[in-house]
């Protein structure tokens, strides 16, 4: 992903923001409501172990990213040289304290689902090799530890069968009762609809939407219209939104905590569908300590 420093003109618009908002800080710190935070693992070796990462106390959802090629038949995983045996028992170290869901897709461009059958065969394939399934003869490359749930990061192609992909998934999780072992999320550009995740999200099987208000100039300038789109499409709890913004501010779109807490907290807390912050990436925010800030206000 290609990180660009943000125009010395929106840091003086962060500054101005901060201060006019000033007087609601009184008010985040006592709405009582505590959301989530979720952060991307996996793509960079030195952002440390999948455990360490629980270790922080900070998040709520921790994602492996990425399940890089799929839809001919062939599946490739992409952990930027982490030993997937230590991710096997970091996958079951978090158990205690996070969600631990799979992120398909990416910035590479050797993924798509071209007939139905495809969308079919990858569910399968998340589902024994990476979830509660079990089929002799699957290589499992984590073991007997279990995936929460899959992400759908697309970024390129056609939006055609990610809504078979989706309902397959979740068709398997009528064999139980007690629990709920397929979760699904996605994570969509800013900018509403999004093309590839639609059907998808049409399907109403997508109970988690992590909006990306970050990578791309337009979102960064305009999240509060995005925001509102989004949380009106999904009004309620029954599919909830995160906030998604980078933890390095490198990064296009990238929000100060202090502009966080006073601009942002306020507005996106007014939608039922608020669920928390999505943090890209656990490496970033590593270097940052970024969501020790977020943590506080979520």
């Not at 793509?43 to 360490?52: F, P, Q, Y």
């Not at 099987?205 to 499409?233: L, M, P």
């Not at 995160?242 to 807390?269: C, L």
Request: with cysteine; hydrophobic share 40%.
């Amino acid at each position: 992903m290609a990180l660009t420093h943000p125009r010395p003109a929106a840091s003086l618009l962060l500054v101005a923001a901060i201060l006019s908002a000033a007087g609601l800080a009184t008010a985040i710190s006592s709405s009582g409501f505590t959301g989530g935070v979720t952060v991307f693992w996996g793509r960079n070796k030195n952002e440390g172990s999948l455990a360490e990462a629980c270790d922080t106390g900070r998040y709520t959802i921790v994602v492996i990213s990425f399940l890089d090629v799929f839809g001919h038949g062939k599946y490739h995983l992409d952990l930027s040289g982490h030993d997937l045996s230590t991710v096997a028992a970091g996958i079951k170290h978090c158990k205690s304290s996070a969600l631990v869901y799979l992120s398909i897709g990416g910035f590479g461009n050797q993924y798509s689902l071209p007939t139905a059958q495809s969308a079919i065969d990858l569910a399968d394939h998340l589902w024994y090799t990476y979830m509660a399934g079990y089929k002799n003869g699957v290589y499992r490359p984590f073991g007997d530890a279990e995936i929460d749930g899959i992400d759908f990061f697309i970024e390129h192609g056609s939006p055609d069968n990610y809504d078979v992909l989706a309902k397959r998934l979740w068709n398997f999780n009528k064999g139980f009762r007690a629990r709920t072992p397929v979760q699904l999320s996605a994570t969509p550009r800013c900018r509403y609809p999004d093309r590839l995740v639609g059907k998808a999200l049409a399907t109403g099987v997508v109970g988690r939407i992590n909006v990306r208000f970050y990578d791309d100039s337009y979102c960064a300038a305009h999240w509060k219209q995005e925001w509102g789109k989004w949380t009106a499409a999904y009004p309620t709890q029954d599919i909830q939104v995160y906030v998604g913004v980078p933890a390095s501010e490198k990064v296009v779109g990238y929000m100060h905590p202090e502009y966080v807490h006073y601009g942002v907290v306020p507005v996106v807390k007014k939608a039922a569908s608020y669920t928390g912050f999505m943090i890209w990436d656990r490496y970033s925010d590593k270097q940052t300590n970024y969501s020790s800030n977020i943590v506080q206000w979520t």
